[in-house]
C-alpha cells in the first residue's frame, strides 16, 4: 500500500509548523516536525559540549543522534516534546536553540543519522512532513510537495509576536539578523540545501493569514492526491 505524503518545505518563521499541524489534523495523518528532531539533536549536542567541536568529535555526536530519547506527545494546547525524559517543548522553540539547529544541520553525516528516523514516519494513512529538505531529499516521492516562504521582516514580526506570547524577550533587530543569517546558511549548506522541489507548488505567505494559507494548500493537496 503505497503511503500519501504531502510535505511542506521553506525558510524559518513561514509557518511550516502550524500549517503542517493543521494538514495533518484535516486529513487524520501522521506528522513529522524534522525542524524538532534537529533541534532536539542540536539541544543534546549543546549538553553534552559537543557543539563547537562537530567535526572533531563526530564519532560521538553521531552516536548521540542515532540515540536520542524523544517523544512527541499530543496535548491540547499543541505537542508536547520530550527529551531524556525532560519536556523541551518551550525550550526547542527558542532562537539559541534554532541556532544550534542549523549547526547540526550543515553536517552531512549527522543528517544520514537522522534520515532512517524521518522516513519510519512515513505510515499509513498518511504524512504531513514539515522541513527544509522533505521534498527534495527526505521524501521525493511525495504526492504533494508545498514550498511555503515569507519574507525575512514579516518572519521576523511573526516570531516576535510568537516568542512574546510564550513570555519570552524578543528584539525585532536580532531575530531579523537570526533568520536572514540562517536564511544563508540554509541556502549554501553542500547537502541538502534549502530549496523548492522542482515540481513543489510555492506559495508567499507573506502578505496571507493562517486560513488563506490552508484553503491555497487543502485545494492544492486534494488536487494532488485525487491523481
Not at 17 to 42: C, E, I, P, V, W
Not at 65 to 71: F, H, M, R, S
Not at 147 to 154: D, N, Q, R, W
Not at 212 to 222: G, P, S
Amino acid at each position: 500500500m503505497t503511503v500519501q505524503i504531502i510535505t511542506i518545505d521553506g525558510p524559518s518563521g513561514s509557518g511550516k509548523g502550524t500549517l503542517a499541524a493543521k494538514l495533518a489534523a484535516h486529513y487524520q495523518f501522521h506528522l513529522l516536525d524534522s525542524g524538532a528532531l534537529y533541534r532536539l539533536l542540536g539541544l543534546s549536542l549543546h549538553k553534552a559540549d559537543l557543539l563547537e567541536s562537530l567535526s572533531n568529535e563526530l564519532s560521538k555526536c553521531i552516536e548521540i543522534a542515532t540515540n536520542l530519547d524523544i517523544k512527541f506527545q499530543s496535548t491540547a494546547t499543541g505537542t508536547q516534546v520530550m527529551l531524556d525524559g525532560e519536556d523541551v517543548s518551550q525550550t526547542i522553540r527558542t532562537e539559541r536553540v534554532g541556532e544550534y539547529a542549523s549547526k547540526v544541520a550543515a553536517i552531512p553525516e549527522l543528517r544520514t543519522a537522522l534520515l532512517a528516523r524521518q522516513r519510519a514516519f512515513a505510515q499509513a494513512p498518511g504524512l504531513v512532513a514539515d522541513g527544509r529538505d522533505m521534498a527534495t531529499s527526505i521524501f521525493p516521492e511525495a504526492q504533494a510537495k508545498i514550498y511555503l516562504t515569507a519574507s525575512a521582516e514579516s518572519r521576523a514580526q511573526r516570531r516576535v509576536k510568537q516568542l512574546q506570547g510564550m513570555g519570552l524577550d524578543a528584539k525585532i533587530n536580532d531575530i531579523l539578523a537570526n533568520i536572514e543569517a540562517r536564511d544563508k546558511r540554509d541556502m549554501e549548506r553542500e547537502v541538502a540545501p534549502l530549496k523548492p522541489a522542482v515540481d513543489a507548488y510555492i506559495i508567499d505567505s507573506s502578505d496571507l493569514n493562517i486560513d488563506e494559507v490552508f484553503q491555497l494548500m487543502t485545494r492544492y493537496v486534494d488536487q494532488q492526491l485525487a491523481n
